[in-house]
């Protein structure tokens, strides 16, 4: 059986006394896209530093595409791509020298690198802003300028620190497509995100952090399964209505919450199946909806979750 | 969007000379995209020279000055590494803009050595300080009364002794920034460092005018060295020991500076 692509044994880092990463297990296969899932501070950002040799662990291994992150940083540093939280790359060239230059330095005689270059401005509608120094584009147009730099060679592994920041919904969307592609072809995708439901679409894996350490792990589909998966939130005319409803909600097997404003009725949903039976006996009752929203848990909710889960295990 | 097609010839790696020509060329290309910053970095050792000569033009008549017939003639080769010291300054500060625009961040995770992004930039620093010497010395000869008696064989070889040296000391500089990655700490450092240097040396004033003291620290200070070299050069006297000196200085400098900012540079803040 081939090495994962991304082996990391008992990873932390200390920085002076705060512990930003500890006792980190992970192993990502080719192809694989994992979601690293956690609040501001979590550590998402520290694993992926490590991950991508920009600092070195203080405890425990890593390796990426079979190399030592702390010994061989440079051929892993062949092997990846990085996106940061912030564009880098060089804002008194056009993102079209931009390009030409980073596929030199990664080896691409001048012509091929112009060439490169010039599929990579059409790939990311970047043609209007091409010959415009960076420094004068949106920020939506600086980090599409940045993904695309990442994919100036053919890297094995691509981290993307919270890629979706900042972008418009077309952008987001464009986005995933663009990782769902790439994952299809064989590159490991590393994203961290603040959003259950970006990982839900996009992840094959993903690990939650909490304070530096991995609190879940897992496919989208199990950790939905713990967290108690989505909620259905169903609006009424008036708050009598919405106090019956209660009543439906309950001999269908829900746990329905009345809100504080009384026109609103909620409730976790373990299965989707469930929605329709509820719906059919408020239509029975005569109770008109009004409103309707499933939605996924939230980040929060997922926290809460995975701690009284914890709870229940002690 | 969509993703690259799989056919593409893979590009992993380039060799030590290839990064440093590359970003070398970056850096350039930057240094003089702008006519106006480009102008007005040749301007301004032009005036800070036609004040100097100007305002301090009985200096001349001094006995230690006398011999070079004119003021201009014991200053000129001095602002040659005046400048070179300026520039050598900007290199950290210059280094550290680049750190925040975030280009920098990108060349480390790529698969380029750190010593090339920093030869590259000292490199691209020095072929400006180059134009910008040749540009005062060629000013300096038209419009201030320059003359050197070296000729153009003596003056090339002046310009290019303050380039080495400029070149030398800039990656101390370069040392700092990436140690401390602080810009108004770099300043401040930076305008300390500065003064004493040029005014406790041959630059402005014989030794032989200044207080015991200040002759001691003058006679040990670097940059007297690289002052009486470029002086003898330009203007066609027996140089002696001073151009080894100050090219072992700036050569030293360059090692032992060079072995620390390399070192720091790959660390992230």
Not at chain 1, 33 to 36: C, G, K, R
Not at chain 1, 276 to 286: F, K
Not at chain 2, 70 to 77: A, F, K
């Given at each position: 059986m081939?090495?994962?692509r991304?082996?990391?044994?008992d990873l ?8 930003a990463?500890?006792?980190?297990n992970l192993?990502v296969?080719?192809?694989t896209?994992?979601?690293?899932l ?7 950002t520290?694993?992926?530093?490590i991950l ?9 291994t890593?390796t990426?595409c079979?190399f030592?992150v702390r010994?061989?940083?440079?051929e892993?540093?062949?092997r990846?791509?990085?996106t940061g939280?912030?564009p880098s790359?060089?804002?008194t ?6 390009l030409?230059?980073?596929?030199r ?9 112009r060439e490169?270059a010039a599929?990579?401005v059409?790939?990311?509608g970047?043609t ?7 420094h ?9 300028l940045d993904l695309?730099?990442?994919l100036?060679g053919?890297?094995q ?17 464009g986005?995933w497509?663009?990782v769902?592609?790439l994952?299809r072809?064989?590159?490991?995708v590393?994203?961290?995100t ?6 839900d ?16 792990g ?13 909620t259905a939130?169903l ?13 439906r909600?309950?001999?269908?097997g ?6 504080p404003g009384g026109?609103?009725?909620s ?8 929605l ?11 109770l ?5 929203a ?12 995975l ?8 | 969007m969509?993703?690259?097609g ?17 970003l070398?060329?970056r850096?350039l290309?930057?240094?003089f995209?702008?006519y106006?910053?480009?102008f007005?970095g ?6 800070l ?6 305002v301090f033009a ?10 070079y ?16 010291v300026i ?22 995770s790529l698969?380029?050595?750190p010593?090339s992004?920093l ?8 072929a400006r300080?180059t134009?910008?010497?040749a ?6 000869v038209?419009?201030l ?12 070889a002046?310009?290019l002794l303050?380039?080495?040296v400029?070149w ?5 500089f370069?040392?700092?920034a990436?140690?401390?990655r602080?810009v ?14 040029m005014f ?6 014989p030794?032989?005018?200044?207080p015991?003291w200040?002759?001691a620290v ?13 002086r ?6 027996p140089p ?6 100050a ?7 360059a090692l ?5 900012a390399?070192?720091n540079f790959?660390?992230?803040t």
């Open positions: 081939p090495r994962p991304i082996d990391a044994v932390g880092k200390t920085y002076a006394e705060v512990t990463l500890t006792g980190v192993q296969e080719a192809g896209v994992l979601a690293v956690g609040h501001n501070g979590a550590g998402k520290t694993l992926v530093d991508a040799t920009r600092v070195p662990p203080t405890s425990g890593a990426v079979g030592d010994r061989a940083g440079h892993v540093r062949r990846i791509a990085l939280q912030t790359i060089d804002t060239l056009s993102a079209r020298a931009n030409v230059l980073f596929a330095l990664l080896g691409a005689p001048a012509r091929a690198a490169r599929e990579l059409e790939l990311f970047l209007e802003a091409a010959k415009r120094p960076a004068t584009y949106s920020g939506g147009t600086r980090r599409r695309a730099a990442c100036v053919s890297p592994v691509l981290f993307l620190d919270e890629p979706t920041t900042g972008l418009d919904p077309v952008g987001r969307n986005l497509d663009l769902r592609e994952a072809a064989g590159t490991t590393v994203l961290t603040q959003y259950l439901e970006e990982a679409q996009l992840a094959d894996r993903l690990v939650v952090l909490a304070a530096g350490a991995v609190v879940a897992g496919t989208p589909r199990e950790l939905k399964a713990r967290v108690g998966a989505r939130a609006g009424f005319p008036d708050a009598w209505s919405a106090r019956s409803a209660l009543d909600f309950r001999q269908s829900l746990a329905p919450v009345l809100d026109h609103r009725v409730a976790p949903l373990p299965e989707a199946g469930r329709l039976p509820l719906l059919r006996a408020l239509e029975r009752a005569g008109d909806v009004v409103d309707l499933v939605t996924e848990p939230t980040l929060d909710e997922v926290y809460l979750a701690h009284h889960a914890a709870w229940d295990l002690a | 969509s993703a690259p799989p056919d593409r010839a893979e590009w992993t790696g380039s060799s030590l000379p290839t990064q440093v020509w590359v070398t060329t850096s290309r930057a240094a995209g702008d106006r910053l480009v007005f040749l301007l301004q050792p032009v005036v020279l036609l004040l100097f000569t100007q009985g200096v001349g008549a001094l006995p230690g000055v006398a011999p017939a004119g003021y201009v003639n014991y200053l000129m080769p001095a602002t040659l590494v005046n400048i070179a520039t050598a300054m900007g290199a950290g500060a210059g280094l550290m803009a680049e750190t925040y625009t975030g280009v920098v961040d990108r060349l480390r698969p380029i050595r010593v992004v030869l590259a930039r000292t490199f691209a620093d020095s300080l134009v910008q010497l540009a005062i010395t060629g000013a300096g038209l419009f009364g320059f003359q050197p008696r070296g000729g153009v064989l003596g003056l090339a002046a310009v303050a380039t080495v400029g030398g000391l800039s990656w101390v370069v040392a700092i990436t140690w401390r602080n108004e700490l770099m300043q401040a450092v930076s305008f300390v460092a500065m003064f004493p240097l406790s040396s041959s630059a402005y004033m030794l032989a005018s200044m015991g200040m002759r003058a006679t040990v200070n670097p940059i007297t060295y690289a002052i009486d070299a470029t003898a050069l330009a203007l066609g006297r002696g020991a001073a151009p080894a000196w090219l072992l200085l700036a050569l030293g400098a032992g500076a060079g072995a620390v390399v070192r790959r660390r992230a």
